[in-house]
């Protein structure tokens, strides 16, 4: 790879970094929010460092440097020669790849497909992380929204059962449940990256089930289970209004 | 991203003698973009590729031309076509892993470029002792200051080389600041609420795995095994100039396998059922070895594996630690990474002899003290 190809390549790859961060929140669909400032800033490094790159290759092709800097290269790929004919090996074509999947692919945020095969396993161990229920909760009957990840996660941990008889507000999306009755309002929980995204669940039975992937917003309450918390394997929730939504801005919790 | 050519343009035609024999000669970039549809059978790359055939420099700025416009044709086109759900879960698994390290690699080359530019190499040579069996430990714990991943380390790892450390000193570094970092332990911290000890479990086995490579290194390693990372700038050049050379240097080495490494980590991401994990979760060291298997090939950040450790709760305590300490210092994107850097006769050896110990030390210290 020339030099100037070098330079057009990382000026791409930091438009795209720049494109889904700036110009869009696609980024939101791949990474933590909490990403935008550093992904933006390595965007705008990788642009400047492009230009300038594309700017000296220019200027050293100028009319007195032109025969030089057109040197034959006799190397092959991987080797380069040193000084400023230098090359960059012929993997570094695939930098153009991430820019192909931000422009041209901008895959959407994992789904049902993920969903439905992620681990499911729930944080067993989290349960000293959970404040106490009864402090604001207000008026009972008055559904309190709630991260499935939260309410799933007090399912499965609180041996108190304090979420019993309370209403709660969830918002997920939808994923058949190809093993039986019922399906699953589900969101993908994700701690930096889609790449470790885990999936959060709770198992509908009163409903007729929507289309796959649609966007949910339920009110109803836990199902408390009989028998030991920890031995279910999906908690069920009783839906008592539901209302179909938008996509929520941040597909993860 | 297309604003971006127009300073070339320019420059383009100031030069007088390119015109000869060039397919393009005067038009300029943007009617390149905009005369594009009767250039849709570019190859990319052209059969010409690489041949000093003429002006170059003009044929790779029509080849990037070419490849904006067939983005654009691409995107909108195909936005309506891809449904394979699959396809799109890889997709965005890849691009999440490919973005999420690259400010890690931007910020990683960086500093590497720095260090080499501006850190006079007398400065290591005071600080890090000059005897390997000494500076192994010295650099296992710096590691733990330096917030950063993977990514980050193998070109600082590079660019130690280059400065004068000894190697066995700067792979212990290399091996210990993504694993051990104060950013990874807090996050581990975090994914294990109820259990302090598995952050103390990592750190040791993490920190006792990376000075052991590095001693066995520094007493059996050969040069000769790690490809020298080139001082590539001209000796007479200013600092900025090696600053940006080196840095543009490591990104285009180091980048193309990290995006080899996404690839394939975005693969088996999509291609192993969970269930077929799941299924082994009771074994007892079959287990641990299942975990440090998913590590190697998952290739998830060093900062956001905890949280996946703890997602795979039905294993043993000493299985999620096998999933800690070997993750970042043996998986397929880093791997990639060393073999851009280092070369493959160095991997060769290097991986091997880190997934040993790495293991060795998982099943020790989670028998301590998990």
């Not at chain 2, 190859?43 to 700025?61: C, E, I, K, Q, S």
């Not at chain 2, 400010?103 to 002792?129: E, K």
């Not at chain 2, 993977?150 to 070109?155: G, I, L, R």
């Not at chain 2, 990592?202 to 590095?214: D, I, N, T």
Request: charged share 15%.
């Amino acid at each position: 790879m020339n030099r100037i190809a070098q330079g057009i390549v990382l000026v791409l790859l930091g438009a795209a970094a720049l494109s889904c961060t700036l110009a869009s929140d696609l980024y939101l669909n791949y990474v933590q929010a909490a990403f935008r400032p550093f992904l933006a800033a390595a965007g705008v490094l990788l642009v400047a460092l492009g230009v300038i790159a594309i700017a000296v290759d220019l200027r050293a092709a100028g009319p007195a440097a032109a025969d030089a800097a057109e040197e034959p290269d006799h190397s092959g790929h991987g080797a380069d020669s040193h000084g400023h004919g230098h090359r960059a090996p012929g993997v570094a074509w695939l930098l153009l790849l991430p820019v192909v999947a931000v422009f041209v692919v901008s895959p959407p945020a994992l789904g049902a497909y993920t969903a439905a095969g992620a681990a499911t396993a729930p944080p067993r161990d989290s349960a000293a992380a959970l404040d106490d229920l009864d402090e604001d909760w207000g008026d009972p009957s008055e559904p309190r929204e709630m991260e499935l990840q939260e309410f799933v996660m007090r399912a499965w941990t609180d041996q108190e059962r304090t979420l019993a008889g309370r209403t709660v507000r969830l918002t997920g999306f939808v994923v058949p449940n190809p093993e039986g009755e019922g399906w699953y309002l589900a969101r993908l929980q994700m701690a930096c990256c889609a790449a470790d995204a885990i999936v959060n669940r709770v198992l509908i039975t009163d409903q007729p089930e929507p289309p796959k992937d649609s966007w949910w917003q339920v009110d109803g309450t836990w199902v408390e289970p009989e028998g030991d918390i920890q031995d279910i394997r999906d908690h069920r929730f009783s839906v008592a209004e539901m209302a179909e939504v938008e996509n929520p801005p941040d597909p993860y919790e | 991203m297309r604003a971006d050519p127009p300073p070339n343009d320019d420059k383009d035609s100031s030069v007088p003698d390119r015109s000869a024999g060039s397919p393009v000669r005067s038009s300029s970039l943007g009617d390149t973009i905009a005369g594009w549809s009767d250039r849709e059978d570019e190859h990319l790359p052209p059969p010409d590729w690489g041949r000093p055939t003429g002006p170059r420099r003009t044929a790779t700025v029509w080849l990037f031309a070419a490849f904006i416009a067939l983005m654009g044709a691409g995107h909108a086109w195909l936005s309506d076509r891809l449904t394979h759900e699959a396809f799109l879960a890889w997709a965005t698994i890849f691009t999440a892993i490919s973005l999420q390290a690259m400010p890690f690699l931007v910020f990683g080359v960086a500093l590497s470029a720095a260090l080499t530019a501006f850190v006079p190499a007398s400065l290591w040579r005071r600080v890090i002792p000059r005897h390997p069996a000494a500076a192994v430990p010295v650099a296992g714990v710096a590691g733990a200051v330096l917030p950063g991943c993977e990514c980050a380390s193998v070109p600082i790892a590079g660019s130690l080389i280059r400065r004068g450390v000894a190697p066995a000193a700067a792979l212990t570094f290399l091996l210990a600041a993504p694993a051990i970092n104060p950013v990874v332990l807090v996050a581990t911290a975090v994914a294990f609420p109820n259990r302090p000890e598995m952050v103390v479990a990592r750190l040791v086995a993490s920190l006792g795995a990376a000075v052991v490579v590095g001693w066995l290194w520094a007493r059996f390693g050969r040069s000769g095994w790690l490809r020298p990372p080139r001082a590539h700038h001209d000796p007479g050049a200013s600092r900025w100039t090696v600053f940006r050379e080196s840095m543009q240097h490591d990104l285009m080495h180091a980048g193309g396998f990290l995006v080899v490494g996404a690839l394939a980590a975005a693969t088996l991401n999509v291609m192993v059922p969970r269930d077929w994990i799941a299924a082994v979760a009771d074994m007892p060291v079959v287990s641990v070895l299942v975990l440090a298997a998913l590590a190697v090939l998952l290739s998830i950040c060093s900062e956001a594996d905890a949280f996946v450790a703890a997602s795979l709760s039905e294993f043993s305590g000493t299985a999620q630690l096998a999933f800690l300490v070997v993750g970042p210092m043996v998986d397929l994107k880093l791997i990639a990474l060393q073999a851009g850097t280092f070369g493959w006769a160095f991997v060769r050896r290097f991986v091997p002899l880190t997934l040993v110990l790495t293991l060795l030390f998982s099943f020790a210290v989670g028998g301590l003290l998990l």
